[in-house]
């Protein structure tokens, strides 16, 4: 602050520009969204990317500007095409880098229960899905990478206990 006030009252535009240049220089988080659906028997949903070699939630990168809510229901419905309630955010999880990629922050949001016709109307984006499978979370750390089952082991703990989590790698995060 100068003797002639702040900067955004002097000069609205050179605060504007001020703040363009802190949004072009600051650093970005890419962000996934997936969803947690199950079935009547409990089973977890879970799909096989043709782009990746382990299976996963369904969900994907959020675009640039999209919510996280919003990349949630656009991927469901481009991966599995159909356009179910996408319901309340159960976990947030910092993935710290890893190999050739930053930081990324993920979200995962209740996507309730599908009934059997839900289910019928499943029909795999060609070149993204091999596959989808309805799966025993017992069975589901066979399919999913460590850190990923441990953030649905916690998606599923929130969704049980109606809580959120925050966690670091699909870990307890201490917060203050």
Not at 7 to 35: C, H, I, M
Request: charged share 30%; glycine share 10%.
């Amino acid at each position: 602050m100068t003797s002639d006030g702040p900067l955004f009252d002097r000069d609205p535009e050179a605060w504007r520009e001020y703040l363009a240049e802190g949004n072009r220089t600051q650093p970005r988080k890419r962000v996934s969204a997936d969803v947690l659906f199950s079935d009547r028997d409990g089973r977890i949903l879970l799909v096989d990317p043709v782009y990746k070699p382990d299976w996963d939630l369904p969900g994907g990168m959020a675009e640039a500007n999209e919510s996280p809510v919003d990349a949630a229901r656009r991927e469901v419905a481009e991966e599995l095409g159909i356009a179910p309630v996408i319901g309340r955010l159960l976990v947030v999880d910092w993935v710290p880098p890893h190999g050739p990629w930053d930081d990324l922050l993920a979200f995962v949001f209740d996507g309730g229960v599908l009934g059997d016709e839900e289910l019928a109307a499943i029909r795999l984006q060609e070149g993204e899905l091999r596959a989808y499978a309805m799966t025993a979370q017992a069975d589901a750390a066979g399919r999913l990478r460590d850190y990923v089952v441990r953030r649905v082991e916690r998606a599923i703990a929130c969704r049980d206990g109606g809580e959120v989590a925050y966690s670091h790698d699909g870990r307890a995060a201490h917060t203050p």
